[in-house]
């Protein structure tokens, strides 16, 4: 009997939990943490969302099996949402599938449209499940760069050209989780026409189209004209409506490639709870102005971070989108390495962080910030990364006024 299973032997350890671990127990230990680690919303649904969950759980039919695809009504809610955001007409019977969560959406994905041995681009550094859920499935990842420039559509050149066999699906992520990068429409265009002459399938993850800065609208790629012949697009009630426990998402797009997941799934999953499905058509189809709410938080906690770790001695880039920052460690203290630094954060300046090489070899010498605190609490991380710092001997700005 062999005790080392394939797909196991493939999955590094996660490095992300060697620091939610150390969290864990200094929590465990009365200490107060500041955790800017995991990327989990620290508000409440709208109280319509939560009054229709609670009405329809009442009902006694509904605690039975639900739909692996969805109940019609939230595939329904989901076409009618990216009508209005995007433009885009999609049928809610062959075009979209409810997932449980983005990321079951893409490992169920995975599994239904790869064969071991099939190569698949993905960005790194990037969220794991855009890697592992492949590797898992048996493929072989090829990484392209997360930097939406020349340089990445020469890496996709180079793919094609000197990859055996030739890739057959792309992985993009925009904005991005870690790095908080955006991309234009005209991006897209030019992906998809790639994508078409090179006949790859696009998995476009877009779980933080609504949180979104300084007044540019995220788009998506479904937007492109015969952009629904090779693509398929995954998003989430995570972050929009703070739903994150909730686990639902959706994919949209290709039929075929909702066909081969709608199929995995129903052998895999009998869908989320009727009543969960029930409230996010709630919160679909109901009142949105929780999502301006929710973006103009995350905005002023940006603005916030950025402007108080400054102060604190630490630059971070500001990011356009998302609920993250990409931050480049600390000059002074870059040869320690993410996860070492990310260690001494939460050790000496009470504050939890996501070490950069969790999301691949590329995410080195960076740190992922969440910015799921209040304002308050992330000032007084600033305060505490201040007094690491200055332990540390590195020249902060009221040090260097001293």
């Known amino acids: 009997m062999s005790e080392e299973f394939y797909r196991i032997k493939r999955l590094p350890p996660y490095v992300i939990a060697e620091v939610n671990a150390m969290r864990a127990a200094a929590r465990a230990a009365g200490e107060d943490i500041i955790d800017l680690g995991m990327g989990n919303p620290d508000l409440p649904p709208p109280d319509h969302v939560i009054e229709k969950l609670c009405e329809v759980a009442r009902k006694p039919d509904a605690h039975g099996y639900s739909q692996s695809k969805g109940i019609p009504g939230l595939r329904r809610a989901q076409a009618n949402y990216y009508g209005r955001r995007f433009g885009v007409d999609l049928d809610p019977e062959t075009e979209v599938v409810v997932t449980m969560g983005s990321k079951e959406g893409l490992a169920s ?17 990037s969220y794991p499940i855009h890697t592992f859920g492949f590797i898992i499935a048996g493929a072989t990842i090829r990484a392209v760069p997360t ?4 340089a990445y559509f020469e890496s996709l050149e180079r793919a094609m050209n000197f ?3 030739r890739p057959s699906i792309l992985v993009v992520n925009y904005p991005s989780n870690p790095t908080a990068e955006t991309v234009d429409l005209a991006f897209y265009e030019r992906l998809v026409a790639w994508a078409r002459e090179n006949k790859v399938w696009i998995l476009s993850d877009l779980a933080y189209s609504e949180l979104y800065f300084d007044g540019k609208p995220t788009p998506s790629i479904l937007q492109v004209k015969g952009a629904k012949e090779v693509a398929v697009e995954f998003t989430s009630l ?30 895999l999953d009998y869908g989320a709870f009727t009543p969960i ?11 949105q102005d929780i999502v301006e709410k929710n973006r103009l938080l995350y905005h002023k906690r940006r603005d916030v971070m950025v402007e108080s770790f400054a102060r604190a001695g630490w630059e971070i880039p500001s990011p356009r989108a998302s609920m993250f920052a990409w931050a480049p460690l600390p000059p002074a203290l870059a040869h320690l390495g993410s996860l070492e ?8 300046a009470k504050v939890a962080v996501a070490p950069g090489v969790g999301y691949g070899e590329n995410g080195e010498g960076f740190v992922r910030i969440a910015m799921v605190e209040n304002e308050q609490r992330l000032r007084q991380a600033a ?13 902060t700005p009221a040090a260097n006024a001293g």
């Open 238 to 267: 995570s972050k929009t409506y703070s739903m994150a426990g909730w686990r639902i998402g959706f994919a949209v797009g290709n039929r075929q490639l909702i066909a081969a997941m709608s199929r995995v799934k129903s052998y």
């Open 163 to 165: 990859t055996v066999p």
């Open 341 to 348: 630094f990310s260690k001494q954060m939460l050790t000496h």
């Open 109 to 125: 994905l995975a599994t239904a449209i790869t064969a071991p041995g099939d190569v698949v681009l993905a960005p790194n550094p």
């Open 383 to 395: 305060r505490n990364v201040k007094k690491y710092l200055q332990s540390m001997g590195v020249n």
């Open 277 to 287: 499905q029930a409230a996010a058509c709630a919160a679909l189809n109901g009142p």
């Open 147 to 150: 930097t939406p420039d020349d």
